[in-house]
Every structure is written in structure tokens, then in C-alpha cells.
């Protein structure tokens, strides 16, 4: 929806396909999701369909905002109507769990066969801040450099302000990994611990998720720009990331369970930090946070503990990736 | 007051210089100084003492903690008293204004003729928090592996844990230069504005400042640890820290030298934007935000401008250093 603003505020001619038939009703006849984007309403000129068909008849640009581990089945949906040379943006910041797959190798694998040029867009940017119109700063990844400023200059406007990457690798295992950081944040905080316990966590989280990323054929530049720092500051600062208020929850002593039965939108971080942990242990990546997130949320060990088994680590010198 | 906890915390003998004699009366009478540390006492093992003399009798290791635009004539009047090698610590982050030189430097002008270690510890520390037992990262940075694994395990414990870095001018810039990002964070912040846009000053502001300091001299992944991104973190994150209260009243319209006279303690960033500045045109690094800063602060632009300008440049790739 936030995405459909700003195209639209660029002139483009959008249309949203939702594939629950009851909230596509919503949409159409409110125009508005309030569970979702409290107070915003979708643009007059943005189409909105329960028909695949329909929303991907004549298009040149195909947005991709779906949850990780449904992007592959919702995409297979649509794989027959993907127009040919068209560009599929990604949204989603996540590894899909079972082959570990960053999002736009989900995208290649299902199409496979198109002829497309496939993108993911990332960094700080809050979808309540976006239909807000505050200032806001993305990274737009992909392999070709002609196709990446033509996305450049389609996303960007006064309050949109769109950066352009090759490196897709690190822009999105950025985007995903940050997340698990945001729970260590979030567990910290939710212990009553401070801003000092904070700046170190995401200081050696950024240095973690970086060593994993070099290894998988990432550029160790692109965990200091938006996808990367950018983001993880903004998701760590704010009150409003999911994955930050289950960390906090989760240091408050509450069970993973019971907290995601109460969220209505979904938390990537946990599973990501799932994806984290297993290709930390494929790759020999040494990454003491994700690991103690890890046991945290999946074998109940007490975040106290895991908080300061973190701080008695061996001294080390600074860098020593 | 903090590190003096620390380090008797650690079984060290630590005596405190106060220049002042009625809050050295204070401190030795109350143990305590409300409106610099509320809540905390000094631990009963740790001198006060106004005699400079006494303070350094017999010392091998000598902290500052002295605003920077004073470090030079404070050490002036200890220059006599200084032992012969002993390591000298500083823990200002700021560089002098009329030289532009970072706090090692000044330190080294003033103790030429004696043989001492100068060290700077820097990093994501509020005292307020250290003083409560929190779990703190900071690194120690000299030229000296020695002395800097020595100070390390004087400094390190269970709540305070010290890195080491060989590059004392990347710690120091990155201590002194995150504080002016800092105050555009408290800006854009006392504008209304939000965690995206929080997330593009920091990360743009990382990237500039670490642009002046490989220029001078320092490593970019210095940029990238504790006295870099974490302790940026950190003071962007804090509602205590002093830079970015500054900047958040300046967003709200009100002005520098108002602000300035209702507060106690020094806001170090103030005077850094001015060496930033400064340094930026010296040697013809392009630092945008600094310059905007800078603008705000001493030549009353409006701040909503300000933003909206850093928003409206040119579109380019993310790594352009």
C-alpha cells in the first residue's frame, strides 16, 4: 500500500492485487486497512483486484510485498502472467527457510523461464513513515546498472530518495539479518538494560551479519550503508518494529508462543533467525549473537544468561573478521 | 566519577582531581554530585582531593575527563606532575577548535618532554548507565599493543568490557565527529519527522564522517565498531544524550545560544560542528550533513530547509566515497 503511494505520487498507474478475497472487498470499498496503516487511505487512481490476471495485464514493474516464507507459493500463482521483460521488485526482507534462499534467488528459481530483471528494494523505511510522506532513504539492489536507474528515478521524489546498489547479495542479507539483531535489541531492552548494552550489540551484530555476508559473496561496504546500519538503527531505535517488541517481550520473560499468538503481522526476524543460525553453522561463520537469539527463542534459554555470556567473551581486538 | 568506579571496581587505587573546591568539598563530604550523576555515590575506597600535588602522587595511570575545548589548559597545570611512564587516558571525545587537533595530539603537545603512553577509550558509555552496573563495550586506542592489552584488562570486568585498536585517530574522530550527526538526528527528531529518516542521517552521516577521516589518516573500519556506529547508536537512540537534546530543541525552533544557557553540562557537538566544518573545507571532503549542521547552528537556517536540502541531492550510487 505504501509503495502504491508513492508510484502513484510518481505518476505511475498501479494497481494492488490482495489475494484475501474478503480484504480486497475492504480495500475496494474502504479503501483503507486500519489493523495495517492506521489513518492512511489508498490513492483514488490505485486499482485494487482479487484477480491475478487483472493486476498483472499490461504491467512493466511487478512490486513483490509478500512475507518470505510465502513469496515462492504466492509467486508460483502468478508465474504464468509475469509479462515478459518485465522488472519484479522485491520487498521482503527474509530467507526462505528451507533451502535458504535469499528472496530474489525464490524469484529466479520460479522464473526461470521469463525473461525478466529482478530487484530488491531495501533500508530504513517504515511503511506508517512512508504514507506519511516523511523523508526517507531506500537502496535499490540488482545486477543490471541500466535497470537499476531506471528504478532509481521511477521510486524516487521529494520524500522517496532512492540509492542504487549492484550488490543484490548484500542488500538483502543485510535487510534479513539485521532482524535478528533487532530481537537481541529488543531482549536487552526488555531485560531493563540501557543504551550502552544497545550500541554494543548492534555494533557487533553489524559485525557478525558482515562476516557472514563476505563469505556468502557479499561486499562488506553494503552492511555500512542503508540496507545494512541504516536499517538496523532505525528497526533497533524504534518502538514500532515488530521484531524489536518481540525481543522485548521475549526479556520480559514471556514465551515465544504467546507472543506470536497475539501479533496480527508477522515477524520475520524469527525466522530468520533460524536461517541465520543454519548457514552460520554451514559456512563456519563464528556469530555469538545470532547464536544466543537462537537458544533464546527455540530452546528456552534465559535471555539474562545469554546477555552475559555475550559481554564475558574472550577480549578480543576490535576487528577480527 | 564512572571510571573510577570501574577501576575500583577492579581493585585499583584511584584517586579523583576536582579543580573546583566547592565541589570538591561536596564530593568528599556527600560523595556525590547530583546534577552530574543523580543517584550515584562514589565508592568509599576512592581520594578527592583539590591538590592536583596529591591527586598524582605516585600514579602510573592518569585518566581526563575534561571537556575538550579545557583539556589543554587543565593539563597544562598537572604538565610538572605528570610521572614518568605512566599511560595517560583520554576520554573526551571532541577536537580543539583553535587548532583542530583531536585530544592525543593536544595531550602529546602538552607532555612533549615526557616519556608517557597516550591512550583515548571511546565507545558507546554513558556514565549514567555504566555507574548502574550495565553491560558496556568501549574500545582502548594506542599506538602501543602493550600498553593497550595492559589497559585493557585494567579497564575490563564483568559489566565493562574493552576492545583494543591500534588506530588512535579513527577512535578519536569517530568519538568526536558522530556528535555532530548526532545533533541533525535531534533536528529532524524536534521537526517531527521519523525513524526512516533517523535511519538516513545516521547512515549518510557515518558515511561522511568517515570520509574525513580516511583522508586523515584513519581506517574505515574503525568507522564501522564501538567508537564509530555504536557509540552513533547510541547517542542517536538516547534521550539523554546532550547532542542530540540540542538538536531536538534547535528542530523545535528554538535557538542555539538560549538552549545553550540552560544547560549544565557541556554539549560537546556544538563545538565539533564547527571543527567539522572546518576540517571538511581544509581538505575538500564532501560532508553534507555537517554543513547543514553547521548552518542551523551558527548561521540560522531554518532546519526544515535544511533536511528538505539534504533530501533533494542528486540521485547517486550508495558508495561514492
Chains 1, 2 share one sequence.
Not at 18 to 29: M, R
Not at 67 to 82: G, N, T
Not at 270 to 284: I, K, N, P, Q, Y
Amino acid at each position: 500500500m505504501a509503495v502504491s503511494q508513492i508510484l502513484t505520487d510518481n505518476g505511475a498507474s498501479v494497481t494492488l492485487w490482495e489475494f484475501d478475497s474478503k480484504i480486497c472487498k475492504q480495500l475496494v470499498e474502504e479503501r483503507k486497512q486500519e489493523d495495517k496503516l492506521p489513518g492512511f487511505k489508498l490513492p483514488e487512481k490505485v486499482g485494487v483486484t482479487n484477480l491475478i490476471d487483472e493486476a498483472l495485464e499490461n504491467k512493466s514493474l511487478i512490486v513483490l510485498a509478500v512475507p518470505a516464507q510465502y513469496l515462492r507459493q504466492s509467486l508460483l500463482k502468478a508465474v504464468d502472467r509475469i509479462p515478459e521483460n518485465s522488472i519484479v521488485v522485491n520487498l521482503a526482507k527474509g530467507i526462505e527457510n528451507k533451502t535458504l534462499k535469499r528472496m530474489s534467488e525464490v524469484i529466479t528459481d520460479v522464473l526461470k523461464d521469463k525473461n525478466v530483471t529482478v530487484s530488491t528494494l531495501s533500508g530504513p523505511s517504515h511503511a506508517e513513515e512512508v504514507v506519511r510522506r516523511m523523508p526517507t532513504t531506500v537502496v535499490i539492489a540488482g545486477k543490471n546498472e541500466r535497470k537499476n536507474e531506471q528504478l532509481q528515478e521511477l521510486f524516487s521524489n521529494s520524500y522517496f530518495r532512492a540509492y542504487k546498489s549492484s550488490d543484490i547479495i548484500g542488500v538483502e542479507l543485510g535487510g534479513s539479518l539485521k532482524n535478528i539483531i533487532a530481537i537481541a535489541a529488543g531482549i536487552a531492552s526488555g531485560l531493563g538494560l540501557g543504551d550502552n548494552t544497545l550500541g554494543a550489540l548492534v555494533t557487533r551484530g553489524l559485525a557478525e551479519i558482515t562476516r557472514l555476508g563476505i563469505v556468502l559473496g557479499a561486499k562488506s561496504e553494503t552492511f555500512a550503508g542503508l540496507s545494512g546500519v541504516g536499517d538496523l538503527i532505525t528497526t533497533c531505535a524504534s518502538r514500532h518494529s515488530r521484531n524489536r517488541y518481540v525481543g522485548e517481550r521475549i526479556g520480559k520473560g514471556e514465551k515465544l508462543d504467546e507472543i506470536l499468538s497475539t501479533m496480527t503481522m508477522i515477524a520475520e526476524g524469527v525466522e530468520t533467525t533460524r536461517a541465520g543460525f543454519d548457514l552460520s553453522r554451514m559456512h563456519e561463520v563464528e556469530m555469538p549473537i545470532t547464536k544466543e537469539v537462537y537458544k533464546v527463542l527455540f530452546e528456552n534459554k534465559p535471555p539474562g544468561e545469554a546477555v552475559w555470556e555475550l559481554m564475558g567473551r574472550e577480549l578480543k581486538s576490535e576487528v577480527w573478521r
